[in-house]
């Protein structure tokens, strides 16, 4: 296999020889991968690329490419770009050029991928990781919440460390993804890739490492700024999830299913008189006919049930599961309401049992009637 090793850079003139001195000595026991080095430069001001076209001089099998500085995320996507289109890599190794990350861990990252994994991640909060000790507070704060907040904002808590920029991948999710992934810049490219290959069904590893301070330079992190950009990846993430997928037809779906019932429910109770939870029942049986048919033509309509003696079936299962919602949930606290408080405010409670109904209805839908 084909590997190059991406070196994201700006100001990193003392680091990078260095670096790459290490990772050739660490790669010196893989024999059954041919490994290669790529710089990306974003025109550093320090002579960060002189100090690699030197070290090429000597090493035939490293590459620099510059551009102009937009920041980690558009650099990485321009190595990763530069490595899968133009040196022919069948998977990339991304690593920090300020030695935080140790070269030495590198070669376990090709294991896993010999492995069957498809996207390796160095991990600092796993058992055998760490972070600096001499960070000071304000910073493994930082640190550490900065990486909570996205593990369980996006729900995928099986990876313990999104944040980090170790990290290995093959060509097959730079193929499927990159062109999602233009538009993000900075850190945040980290959690984007990483999320979004996880969605791709990309098999993930975690790789513990002791990940160290750096010896000369700065960091380009702006704290505030990371914290704030994390915060709206995670809120459009989740908005365009929920607002994509099922369950946003399910509530349109829901809304106008909502609709027939609430008509029919002031019908038979201020016109024909019968009780607040008589109408109920009369209304949502005719909303549950609707909400059928059109989950099973819309919402689910990947799992479609076809033929009749199917459909029958399954609209008598229907009716069970939605019968008990609305029997016992959404007419429960209705019955319950005007009970204790009077008829008055029956649409109130009629609006809190419908709430509480649209949860158990989501639930017994996707994981009973339509279940795959």
């Given at each position: 296999?084909?590997?190059?090793?991406v070196v994201?850079t700006?100001n990193?003139?003392?680091?990078i020889a260095?670096?790459?001195?290490?990772?050739?000595?660490a790669f010196?026991v893989?024999?059954?991968?041919?490994?290669?080095?790529?710089v990306?430069d974003?025109t550093?001001?320090d002579?960060?690329?002189?100090?690699?076209?030197?070290?090429?001089?000597?090493?035939?099998n490293v590459?620099?490419?510059?551009?102009?500085?937009e920041?980690l995320?558009k650099?990485i996507l321009?190595?990763?770009?530069?490595?899968?289109?133009h040196?022919?890599?069948?998977?990339?190794?991304q690593?920090?050029?300020?030695?935080?990350?140790d070269?030495?861990?590198?070669?376990?990252?090709?294991r896993a991928?010999?492995?069957?994994?498809d996207?390796?991640?160095?991990?600092?909060y796993i058992?055998?990781?760490?972070i600096?000790e001499?960070?000071?507070?304000?910073?493994?704060?930082?640190?550490?919440?900065g990486?909570s907040?996205?593990r369980?904002g996006?729900?995928?808590?099986?990876?313990?460390?999104?944040t980090?920029?170790?990290?290995a991948?093959?060509?097959?999710?730079y193929?499927?993804?990159?062109?999602?992934l233009s538009?993000y810049?900075?850190?945040?490219?980290?959690?984007?890739f990483?999320?979004k290959?996880i969605?791709h069904?990309?098999?993930?590893l975690?790789?513990?490492?002791?990940?160290?301070?750096?010896?000369y330079?700065?960091s380009?992190?702006?704290?505030a700024?990371y914290?704030k950009?994390?915060?709206?990846y995670i809120?459009?993430?989740?908005?365009q999830?929920?607002?994509?997928?099922?369950?946003?037809k399910?509530?349109?779906v829901g809304?106008?299913?909502?609709?027939?019932?609430?008509?029919?429910?002031?019908?038979?109770?201020?016109?024909?008189h019968?009780t607040a939870?008589?109408?109920n029942?009369?209304?949502?049986?005719?909303a549950?006919?609707?909400?059928?048919?059109?989950?099973?033509?819309?919402t689910f309509?990947?799992?479609?049930?076809?033929?009749?003696?199917q459909?029958l079936?399954?609209?008598?299962q229907f009716?069970?599961?939605s019968?008990?919602?609305?029997i016992?949930i959404?007419?429960?606290?209705?019955e319950?309401?005007?009970?204790l408080?009077?008829d008055r405010h029956?649409f109130?409670y009629?609006?809190?049992?419908?709430?509480?109904?649209?949860?158990w209805?989501?639930?017994?839908?996707?994981?009973?009637?339509?279940?795959?």
């Amino acid at each position: 296999m084909k590997v190059v090793v991406v070196v994201p850079t700006y100001n990193e003139r003392e680091n990078i020889a260095s670096l790459l001195s290490q990772l050739t000595q660490a790669f010196s026991v893989v024999k059954n991968h041919a490994i290669s080095y790529l710089v990306v430069d974003d025109t550093s001001p320090d002579g960060t690329r002189d100090a690699v076209v030197a070290y090429k001089k000597t090493h035939k099998n490293v590459e620099i490419i510059t551009g102009k500085k937009e920041g980690l995320g558009k650099a990485i996507l321009r190595g990763m770009t530069y490595a899968f289109d133009h040196m022919d890599a069948d998977a990339v190794l991304q690593i920090d050029a300020d030695l935080s990350h140790d070269p030495k861990v590198a070669p376990e990252f090709l294991r896993a991928l010999d492995r069957g994994y498809d996207f390796v991640v160095g991990s600092r909060y796993i058992k055998g990781g760490s972070i600096p000790e001499n960070w000071g507070m304000h910073r493994k704060i930082y640190s550490v919440l900065g990486n909570s907040i996205v593990r369980f904002g996006l729900g995928h808590i099986h990876v313990n460390d999104w944040t980090g920029g170790f990290r290995a991948y093959t060509k097959k999710f730079y193929v499927e993804i990159h062109s999602e992934l233009s538009k993000y810049s900075g850190y945040v490219f980290q959690i984007a890739f990483l999320h979004k290959a996880i969605h791709h069904g990309a098999k993930i590893l975690e790789v513990p490492f002791h990940f160290t301070d750096r010896l000369y330079g700065h960091s380009k992190i702006a704290p505030a700024e990371y914290i704030k950009n994390i915060f709206l990846y995670i809120f459009e993430s989740r908005m365009q999830e929920l607002f994509s997928g099922s369950f946003s037809k399910f509530l349109i779906v829901g809304g106008i299913g909502f609709a027939i019932n609430a008509v029919l429910l002031m019908i038979f109770h201020n016109w024909v008189h019968f009780t607040a939870s008589v109408a109920n029942l009369i209304g949502a049986g005719v909303a549950i006919f609707s909400n059928y048919n059109l989950n099973n033509l819309w919402t689910f309509g990947h799992k479609k049930i076809s033929g009749f003696r199917q459909y029958l079936l399954k609209l008598l299962q229907f009716y069970a599961t939605s019968a008990f919602g609305v029997i016992v949930i959404q007419t429960g606290i209705i019955e319950l309401g005007v009970r204790l408080y009077g008829d008055r405010h029956y649409f109130i409670y009629f609006l809190g049992g419908t709430a509480l109904l649209l949860v158990w209805n989501y639930f017994m839908y996707s994981k009973v009637i339509w279940k795959k």
